[in-house]
């Protein structure tokens, strides 16, 4: 009965912002590691922030000051605020928790593009 749903993906210029978000029902994100991972095409998928139970988050170097991540508790949500977007950041966006032999949605298209 777990199911996590992602939403906020979409069409956005490189150097504009998006904001994803990610439903979840029978798990609590606060309950173990939650993330961020995202796959382009041809590409492995990787991480790109994700926050401990305890709400510290992390980030590569490579998503550090672009990317934020947050969990709202009392909704039991997951987001990704993304800035200064560019080409390579298009990917699927998929939300993660328990790490990668845990729980996955089915993720979320966001495309850079002029």
């Known amino acids: 009965q777990v199911q996590l749903v992602e939403s906020g993906g979409g069409l956005v210029q490189p150097g504009g912002s998006l904001r994803l978000s990610c439903a979840a029902s029978g798990i609590r994100f606060s309950a173990t590691v939650s993330a961020w991972y995202r796959q382009a095409p041809g590409q492995e998928r990787e991480v790109v922030a994700f926050?401990?139970?305890?709400?510290?988050?992390n980030y590569p170097d490579s998503m550090r000051g672009r990317f934020t991540i947050s969990r709202d508790d009392a909704k039991n949500t997951l987001d990704l605020q993304m800035s200064s977007l560019k080409s390579d950041d298009t990917a699927v966006y998929y939300c993660?928790?328990?790490?990668?032999?845990?729980?996955w949605g089915q993720g979320t298209q966001v495309t850079v593009s002029s």
């Open positions: 993660n928790h328990g790490g990668i032999t845990g729980n």
């Open positions: 926050v401990t139970s305890g709400g510290v988050p």
